[in-house]
């Protein structure tokens, strides 16, 4: 599932912010500076993409490894125990 994002100018949110009850605004001010002091938040589309980045860089080194070091790890392992 692809989420929609919009685009919204200063105007357009200081319109908003001209409209909204009084007592909405404190929650509104407070959101807009819990999003301003996160800048990594991300919609969570884009942090499992990052994830699964992550794991196919890890994959990709697993895979370069040689039966060498393969055979270095299980002496190592086989020495430990």
Do not use: C, N
Request: glycine residues 2%.
């Amino acid at each position: 599932m692809k989420s929609k994002t919009q685009s919204i100018t200063r105007q357009e949110v200081i319109a908003l912010a001209e409209k909204m009850p009084v007592e909405k605004l404190a929650i509104w001010y407070e959101y807009g500076l819990f999003v301003q002091s996160h800048p990594l938040f991300m919609p969570a589309q884009e942090a499992i993409q990052e994830v699964y980045a992550d794991l196919d860089e890890e994959m990709a080194a697993w895979d370069k490894a040689s039966d060498e070091d393969w055979l270095k790890m299980e002496r190592l392992l086989a020495e430990g125990s």
